[in-house]
């Protein structure tokens, strides 16, 4: 029996509603401070020190949040898809960039001010509009 579970259309709905939030502020979360905050930043201060540090620091926190609503979504969508969860492409984009988020921050931790993490906010974005266009509200 690999049918997903029954549930109420109530919770459904309100299931889906928290997911839908919870994407937009992860995925608009990304790209807002990645591609309108950190250039507008990095230009407003010239390009210093502390305007890199700030800008590095805030795509941190956001891809921080970004892990937290992506555990969210993988487990609200694993709930209500059971087994069949393995073989959805959404729940699938969504563990690849929870992959590439954890990667981000580790290999922060591991060695800061390399360009290999350019390259990782970049792939969690273009997962992000994977994950965006492939949205199903159910």
Same mark, same amino acid.
């Given at each position: ?26 995925? *608009? =979360?990304?790209?807002?401070? =990645? ?9 407003? $201060?010239?390009?210093?020190?502390? +305007?890199?540090?700030?800008?590095? @620091? ?8 970004? /892990? ?25 984009? /969504?563990? +690849?960039? #929870?992959?590439?988020? +954890?990667? @981000? $921050? @580790? ?15 970049? #792939? /969690?974005?273009?997962?992000?509009? *994977?994950?965006?266009?492939? @949205?199903? =509200?159910?």
């Amino acid at each position: 029996m690999n049918a997903a579970p029954k549930q109420p259309a109530a919770v459904k709905r309100r299931t889906g509603m928290a997911s839908q939030l919870l994407l937009f502020f992860w995925l *608009g =979360g990304v790209w807002s401070v =990645g591609y309108l905050v950190e250039p507008a930043l990095l230009q407003r $201060l010239g390009g210093t020190a502390e +305007a890199v540090s700030l800008a590095l @620091y805030l795509k941190q926190v956001m891809v921080a949040l970004g /892990i937290v609503c992506g555990v969210v979504l993988v487990w609200a969508r694993g709930w209500r898809l059971g087994k069949q969860c393995w073989r959805d492409l959404q729940w699938q984009l /969504i563990m +690849a960039a #929870l992959l590439a988020s +954890a990667g @981000y $921050l @580790y290999l922060l931790w591991l060695t800061p001010g390399t360009e290999l993490e350019s390259v990782l906010y970049g #792939l /969690i974005s273009l997962l992000a509009i *994977g994950v965006a266009v492939n @949205y199903r =509200g159910d």
